[in-house]
């Protein structure tokens, strides 16, 4: 699908100039927003289609493992997914699904299955997001893939996430995600982010290699089958958003990284245990794309990285998605 997403971009922009804009869709000015840098367009409600690739890693090893380095990927999937969209006045709702059949790594990796599901309510200055995440079918494998486990792992994530944009009356969150607003001038703003969230992590036959699932390895960790963490990260960044024609045109991007607790509940072979961690987070967005008055398209790039210490386990997570968006707007 990725080699397609270029083609997609160029006929998505042409297409929209097929279709005469009203003259009555000029930009207008938003209260608390400098007019001369953010405004907005009089359909305030949208719905949009999106359709790309993500590709995800979660890494649950142990820093005694010098011989042999595992680095045993619970899940290492590439695959397609598509998804939908609705905002409402200043409400935003988006739900995605993996689409069966369309990884790219090997077939017995190919039943990993997802489904995420985010909700925004953004004002001029903070951005809130609540968000849910499912996966099932989920495999460990060693790092030369000579062990490659049964698809038995699950793990959901839970979490609200929220934004203050120090310069919210020049810079459009808005504009760059979802093209709710125009950015009609060139501006960035610093950030300061926070994150609470429940990660539940389970399986049926442990979460690493099993002759190398061992208490010399893991200590009280081995033989671990399930693990909770509630938790808390802030992660300060900064955003900036570039635009041509008064905001018709636009690239933003946006990179925020933090640090924060985790107080994790796991069960092992030893029983019941509890450990408060460090927890590190780093995010990073791109986006681009034509920001009409009643049609418009975008491309997304949208990464996040976590790494938590159990000690001596260690739990890091990567997603990465690419994805196109095409939407329409309607209503006064």
């Given at each position: 699908m990725m080699r397609f997403l270029p083609g997609c971009c160029i006929f998505l922009i042409a297409f929209q100039h097929l279709f005469?804009?009203?003259?009555?869709?000029?930009?207008?000015?938003?209260?608390?927003?400098?007019?001369?840098?953010?405004?907005?367009?009089?359909?305030?409600?949208?719905?949009?289609?999106?359709?790309?690739?993500?590709?995800?890693?979660?890494?649950?090893?142990?820093?005694?493992?010098?011989?042999?380095?595992?680095?045993?990927?619970?899940?290492?999937?590439?695959?397609?997914?598509?998804?939908?969209?609705?905002?409402?006045?200043?409400?935003?709702?988006?739900?995605?699904?993996?689409?069966?059949?369309?990884?790219y790594l090997k077939e017995e990796r190919s039943n990993l299955e997802q489904f995420n599901l985010s909700a925004r309510f953004t004002t001029r200055r903070l951005a809130f997001r609540g968000y849910y995440m499912d996966a099932t079918g989920v495999v460990s494998a060693s790092a030369n893939d000579r062990y490659v486990s049964p698809p038995a792992a699950h793990e959901s994530r839970l979490g609200i996430q929220m934004?203050?944009?120090?310069?919210?009356?020049?810079?459009?969150?808005?504009a760059a995600l979802y093209q709710n607003e125009v950015q009609r001038r060139s501006a960035?703003?610093?950030?300061?982010?926070?994150?609470?969230?429940?990660?539940?992590?389970?399986?049926s036959q442990g979460l690493s290699v099993?002759?190398?699932?061992i208490s010399p390895r893991y200590g009280d960790q081995a033989g671990m089958k399930t693990?909770?963490?509630?938790?808390?990260?802030?992660?300060?960044?900064?955003?900036?958003?570039?635009?041509?024609?008064?905001g018709q045109y636009f690239v933003?991007?946006?990179?925020?990284?933090?640090?924060?607790?985790?107080?994790?509940?796991?069960?092992?072979?030893?029983?019941?245990?509890?450990?408060?961690?460090?927890?590190?987070?780093?995010?990073?967005?791109?986006?681009?794309?034509?920001?009409?008055?009643?049609y418009f398209v975008r491309l997304l790039v949208l990464g996040y990285s976590r790494y938590e210490l159990i000690d001596p386990a260690f739990l890091m997570s990567t997603n990465l998605m690419v994805d196109v968006m095409v939407g329409w707007r309607f209503g006064g």
């Open positions: 005469a804009q009203s003259p009555a869709d000029s930009v207008q000015s938003l209260s608390g927003a400098d007019s001369s840098y953010v405004g907005k367009y009089a359909r305030k409600n949208m719905i949009r289609m999106f359709y790309g690739a993500r590709g995800n890693s979660l890494t649950y090893e142990s820093f005694r493992g010098s011989s042999p380095n595992l680095q045993g990927s619970l899940y290492r999937n590439i695959g397609d997914y598509m998804g939908f969209g609705i905002t409402y006045r200043w409400i935003d709702v988006d739900a995605s699904f993996a689409l069966p059949g369309t990884t934004m203050y944009f120090l310069n919210g009356s020049r810079y459009s969150y808005r960035g703003s610093f950030l300061i982010g926070v994150e609470i969230f429940y990660r539940d992590l389970s399986t099993p002759s190398y699932d693990l909770q963490a509630p938790g808390i990260l802030l992660t300060p960044g900064y955003a900036y958003t570039k635009v041509w024609k008064e933003s991007g946006l990179l925020s990284a933090g640090a924060g607790v985790a107080f994790n509940r796991y069960h092992a072979d030893a029983g019941s245990n509890t450990r408060n961690n460090l927890e590190t987070a780093a995010n990073l967005m791109f986006s681009g794309g034509y920001n009409g008055p009643q």
